[in-house]
């Protein structure tokens, strides 16, 4: 299957600061990435979805003035975490879709984002 | 109501057990159906598509009711490396994005 890849894998930061997460497609070219965010024992839940060229389009509650998502290419999203606090600690996803492809989204290993 | 709704268990059950999860969903336009199995702390992994005529994968079997409105996952013989969370999932709009259910821990024991 196709790779999706993170980076980084796990990050620790202080409250207030910003932290980037990059989700690349490894071996395909994705128009659409999405990502998610899943909490201790909870399921994912999507944030919003990305589109090469255009603006992320994000689900209710998802404040898109802290979650920064920049799709500049077709291999490459990214999601910034601005002014990060405690609650934002999570587990952040993200899923690529095959330019053209109809229903398979590759997810990447995800990122673990930790906010003292 | 969820949109995508799920039993969390968790199950535990012997080595050579048959178990079954159900996963109701709310949207009638849905229009594909997946299962999903994630580990502890790792991303999910596709386990099987979901067909209207129901599907097998060896020791998997996935049925669709669309009257209804609920997929449902089959595990035979279960073993213990089966072990782990199972989301169901359903794929719903114009971006064709995926909403998961809340997932289904299984622990099957030796």
């Known amino acids: 299957g196709a790779v999706v890849s993170q980076h980084p894998s796990r990050v620790i930061c202080k409250s207030g600061t910003s932290v980037k997460i990059e989700c690349r497609s490894l071996?395909?070219?994705?128009?659409?990435m999405f990502w998610y965010r899943q909490f201790p024992k909870q399921s994912l839940m999507l944030m919003a979805t990305s589109n090469e060229g255009s603006k992320a389009t994000y689900e209710q509650g998802v404040e898109k003035d802290k979650f920064l998502i920049n799709h500049a290419s077709l291999t490459l999203s990214t999601l910034t975490v601005t002014s990060a606090h405690p609650e934002d600690s999570s587990f952040y996803i993200c899923?690529?879709?095959?330019?053209?492809?109809?229903?398979?989204?590759?997810f990447g290993p995800g990122t673990r984002l930790t906010v003292l | 109501r969820k949109e995508v709704e799920q039993d969390p268990g968790p199950f535990n059950v012997p080595e050579g057990a048959t178990v079954a999860f159900n996963c109701t969903y709310s949207?009638?336009?849905?229009?594909?159906f997946f299962w999903y199995r994630q580990d502890c702390r790792k991303e999910p992994k596709l386990l099987m598509s979901?067909?209207?005529s129901g599907n097998e994968d060896g020791r998997f079997t996935a049925q669709l009711n669309r009257a209804s409105q609920y997929i449902s996952l089959l595990i035979r013989d279960s073993k213990l490396s089966d072990s782990a969370t199972y989301l169901c999932?359903?794929?719903?709009?114009?971006?064709?994005?995926?909403?998961f259910g809340s997932g289904t821990q299984l622990t099957v024991l030796p």
């Open positions: 999932a359903v794929k719903t709009g114009s971006a064709r994005q995926l909403t």
């Open positions: 949207n009638s336009a849905s229009q594909s």
């Open positions: 071996d395909f070219q994705a128009t659409t």
């Open positions: 979901v067909y209207s």
């Open positions: 899923s690529a879709r095959l330019a053209g492809g109809l229903n398979e989204q590759f």
